[in-house]
T-cell receptor, first 115, second 113 residues
C-alpha cells in the first residue's frame, strides 16, 4: 500500500515553456502533499506544502508565481514550472500523507531538463 | 550552521561489513527522526522511524537516537550489494505525516561483493 506515482518521469523542454508534473496517491487519500527539489549530491529541499482544496504554503525563497501548485483532489497534486529556464533543471519529487500515517510516502521523482 | 549535517561520503565497504551512518542536528525542537534509502533516480523509501532516544531495531537495521548530543545513527549489519544506495536522515518537530521534514545531504553507500 501507500503508493505514490509521478508523471512524467522525465521531461526535456525548451527555455520559456511551461511544464506540468503530476503527483498521484494511488491507494490512499492524500490530505497533504509536499513538493521537493533535489540537485545532484544535494539534499531534498522542500518547496511547498499543499493541503487539498487550499492554497499551497511555499518555503522561503521559492517563487510561487513560478512554481504553481494545485491540489484539487485527495489523490492528485500538480506542480507547474512556468517559463522554465535552464537553472530550473532538477529532480522534482513529491510526497503524500494521509494525516493518519506516521510519515510521508514519496513518489519516484521527475527529472526536468530545460534546454 | 545547517540544521542537519550528514557526511556525504562516499562510503565503500565489502559485503558483510557493518555500516554506520550518522547525522547531527542543531535544532533541539526536532523530536522525530527518520532514515530513508534512495536508489539512483528514484524517490526516497522509508527505512526507520523513531521518536525517542535509544535504539530501534528492524531486521538488519538499527536506528539510534541521542537527543542530548543531537546525534542520530543508522547501523546496517551484514551489508549486501543491494544496500548500495544513498541514505538520507530526516527529522521533524512534530509527529505525523503532515509535518515538514528537514533532510540531511545523504550518504552514498556502495557495498562491494
Amino acid at each position: 500500500g501507500a503508493v505514490v506515482s509521478q508523471h512524467p518521469s522525465r521531461v526535456i523542454c525548451k527555455s520559456g515553456t511551461s511544464v506540468k508534473i503530476e503527483c498521484r496517491s494511488l491507494d490512499f487519500q492524500a490530505t497533504t502533499m509536499f513538493w521537493y527539489r533535489q540537485f545532484p549530491k544535494k539534499s531534498l529541499m522542500l518547496m511547498a506544502t499543499s493541503n487539498e482544496g487550499s492554497k499551497a504554503t511555499y518555503e522561503q525563497g521559492v517563487e510561487k508565481d513560478k512554481f504553481l501548485i494545485n491540489h484539487a483532489s485527495l489523490t492528485l497534486s500538480t506542480l507547474t514550472v512556468t517559463s522554465a529556464h535552464p537553472e530550473d533543471s532538477s529532480f522534482y519529487i513529491c510526497s503524500a500523507s494521509s494525516g493518519g500515517s506516521e510519515t510521508q510516502y514519496f513518489g519516484p521523482g521527475t527529472r526536468l531538463l530545460v534546454l | 550552521q545547517k540544521e542537519v549535517e550528514q557526511d556525504p561520503g562516499p562510503l565503500s565497504v565489502p559485503e558483510g561489513a557493518i555500516v554506520s551512518l550518522n547525522c547531527t542536528y542543531s535544532n533541539s525542537a526536532f523530536q522525530y527522526f527518520m532514515w530513508y534509502r534512495q536508489y539512483s533516480r528514484k524517490g526516497p523509501e522509508l527505512l526507520m522511524y523513531t521518536y525517542s532516544s535509544g535504539n530501534k531495531e528492524d531486521g538488519r537495521f538499527t536506528a539510534q537516537v541521542d537527543k542530548s548530543s543531537k546525534y542520530i545513527s543508522l547501523f546496517i549489519r551484514d551489508s549486501q550489494p543491494s544496500d548500495s544506495a544513498t541514505y538520507l536522515c530526516a527529522m521533524s518537530v512534530g509527529g505525523g505525516s503532515n509535518y515538514k521534514l528537514t533532510f540531511g545531504k545523504g550518504t552514498l553507500l556502495t557495498v562491494n561483493p
